[in-house]
């Protein structure tokens, strides 16, 4: 079956300390997206990327940081930077950005800093 | 950013038409209405998208009015597992070849059996 898988689920972590969210796709998509999702909250994006080896910044994009060295895999790292760190991380993707296809939501990644 | 306004929750009985409303009244003419569904502790789901005419999908039917400043996501039949918040999103061109999702709160739908 083809979707979208991140891990893992529930991730804890002290704060201070860096951590990376993992994403993959096996639909072949170009684009692949972060959200962010706090209590009672939309989601608010963070980073996107329309192609290998290339993302940009969403609305909420400080204290985090991405790559994408494989069409597959569009890692999340949240840093010791980020000043609440603490939500439920979203990944997403979508044949392309260009054209308003819809996008494909993974089970999400709830990160608890303490 | 194109702004959406919902109601906060509905409740429908089950086995009924639910009517899901959005506004929109700042809509411009490339923007895309995008309905999404998120149930607890999941990642939200694509439901519909139209640009002007009606639509239907095997989940839903969505009605966009004339004007385009309201769209209404129709479910023909509301079971247990309709229960979720619906995002009502204008899907719009942010530039650089790119369309953006921007969602709001949505409206949490209760289903009772």
């Known amino acids: 079956d083809g979707g979208i898988t991140q891990s893992p689920k529930y991730l804890f972590r002290k704060e201070g300390q860096n951590v990376t969210l993992s994403c993959e796709q096996n639909l072949n998509h170009d684009a692949m997206y972060w959200y962010r999702q706090d209590p009672g909250q939309g989601l608010r994006l963070i980073y996107y990327s329309q192609i290998v080896n290339d993302f940009q910044k969403g609305d909420i994009a400080e204290g985090y940081s991405v790559s994408r060295e494989k069409k597959e895999s569009f890692p999340l790292t949240v840093t010791s930077a980020q000043k609440n760190p603490t939500a439920f991380y979203l990944c997403?993707?979508?044949?392309?950005?260009?054209?308003?296809?819809?996008?494909?939501f993974g089970p999400g990644t709830r990160l608890t800093v303490t | 950013d194109a702004k959406t306004t919902q109601p906060n929750s509905m409740e429908s009985n089950e086995e009924e038409p639910v009517h899901l409303p959005c506004n929109h009244s700042t809509i411009s003419g490339t923007d895309y209405i995008h309905w999404y569904r998120q149930l607890p502790s999941q990642g939200p789901e694509y439901v519909i998208h139209?640009?002007?005419s009606n639509v239907n999908n095997r989940m839903a039917s969505l009605a966009i009015a004339e004007d385009r400043k309201s769209s209404t996501l129709i479910l023909h039949r509301a079971t247990l597992r309709d229960a979720a918040v619906y995002y009502c999103i204008l899907r719009a061109y942010s530039g650089a070849g790119s369309y953006q999702l921007t969602f709001g709160k949505g409206t949490k739908l209760s289903v009772i059996p």
């Open positions: 997403a993707s979508s044949i392309q950005t260009g054209q308003p296809y819809e996008q494909y």
């Open positions: 139209g640009l002007t």
